[in-house]
């Protein structure tokens, strides 16, 4: 798969049979449909609220759409890419630890051998 943001090919990183696709040099990370609620052992982890941003729109790796802007998280605090058929979320660097950050503040419970994971390889700044 390409990167949405950078067009490098990403490489996979497989976490409990989620297999999460890494930007090299971005840092971005890719969500097929239901792998964030799978890897968060939630049911849904947030609503998705549609965002007015100036950044561009990018074409979903899998089918090339354009992506749309949401707001996730309790806070609403986090803009990622969503694309509009579904086929998954697109994070920029940083965006997963706010929003777990974000999730855990709101009172959820993230096992600890995914706030591992997450912490290892998505850290927030000055980590």
Not at 47 to 58: C, D
Not at 61 to 71: E, L, R
Request: glycine fraction near 6%; include cysteine; proline fraction near 6%.
């Amino acid at each position: 798969m390409k990167c949405p943001v950078c067009q490098v090919a990403t490489y996979v990183v497989e976490y409990a049979e989620i297999e999460l696709d890494l930007c090299p040099e971005c840092q971005g990370v890719w969500f097929d449909r239901g792998e964030l609620e799978l890897l968060l052992d939630q049911e849904r982890v947030a609503p998705l609220i549609a965002a007015t941003t100036s950044e561009a729109l990018r074409n979903c790796p899998i089918c090339t759409k354009k992506m749309k802007k949401v707001n996730i998280g309790p806070a609403s605090r986090v803009l990622v890419d969503s694309c509009p058929d579904g086929c998954g979320v697109w994070f920029d660097d940083q965006e997963l630890s706010v929003l777990t950050r974000d999730l855990e503040a709101e009172g959820w419970q993230i096992q600890p051998q995914v706030r591992r994971f997450l912490h290892e390889m998505f850290p927030a700044k000055g980590e």
